[in-house]
């Protein structure tokens, strides 16, 4: 079954600094992997997804991640985090069934 | 309405008793999908439907829970003779069509926040 780790469950950063959450899969077959965010009092919100092609995607609001077979990664990076980034980030993978990490909350510390 | 509506927001109950959430989705989404997040957890598949037809309902927790979407729009969740490991936030997705390249984008609601006392 195809699954998907976050060890870290908070992440604080400064604001104007990098990030990078952490998310580990774990699946024999091709893999699908997905980035979403969860705003205070919204709904979950897609940020970004890799399905086959190049390995680094780039999505909404400044956000992109690589995806590394070898080390069966697919960390999600920005250069600069503001005060609006304060949110939950599942990783997920799957078909039409995904399977959600247990969750990143980011805190952006001003 | 523009997104995935889901009611009630909240709701409270007593162990044993029946509860009915119900999802509306977006507008034209043929593919409609029920998750269900605990504290601290990432959500959890429970089923999805592909117009009318269940799909896939392998994440149902038991006989309890049950879904429809009798006319490929609104879905409802029924879950009866609740208990108090029922307590979660129940969300709801919609996404245009299933399969590449659209695979993975669902639209979720808000969710509805099911207590069980």
Redesign the interface.
């Not at chain 2, 601290?40 to 598949?45: A, M």
């Not at chain 2, 299933?98 to 390249?101: D, I, S």
């Not at chain 2, 695979?103 to 969710?111: A, H, Q």
């Given at each position: 079954a195809q699954s998907v780790t976050q060890l870290d469950s908070q992440v604080p950063v400064f604001e104007e600094a990098p990030v990078e959450l952490r998310c580990n899969y774990s699946s024999s077959v091709s893999v699908y992997l997905f980035w979403y965010v969860q705003y205070p009092n919204q709904g979950l919100q897609l940020l970004l997804k890799y399905l086959s092609g190049s390995t680094l995607v780039k999505g909404i609001n400044g956000f992109e991640a690589e995806f590394n077979k070898s080390q069966t990664s697919f960390h999600l990076r920005k250069p600069s985090v503001h005060i609006s980034d304060t949110a939950e980030y599942f990783c997920a993978t799957g078909n039409e069934k995904l399977t959600f990490g247990t969750g990143t909350r980011l805190t952006i510390i001003p | 309405g523009a997104?995935?509506s889901q009611t009630p927001s909240n709701k409270v109950t007593e162990k044993g008793k029946y509860v009915e959430l119900r999802c509306d989705p977006i507008s034209g989404h043929t593919?409609l999908y029920w998750?269900r997040q605990s504290l601290?957890?990432?959500?959890?598949?429970l089923i999805?439907f592909q117009g009318t037809g269940a799909?896939?309902d392998?994440?149902l927790p038991n006989d309890r829970f049950f879904a429809v979407r009798p006319e490929g729009s609104v879905s409802t969740l029924k879950i009866q003779r609740t208990e108090r490991g029922d307590s979660a936030v129940y969300?709801c997705?919609s996404s245009l069509t299933?399969?590449?390249?659209l695979?993975?984008?669902?639209?979720?609601?808000?969710?509805s926040r099911l207590t069980v006392l």
């Open positions: - | 997104g995935v593919a998750y601290g957890q990432g959500p959890e598949f999805y799909a896939d392998s994440g969300l997705a299933l399969g590449a390249p695979v993975g984008e669902l639209f979720f609601g808000e969710g």
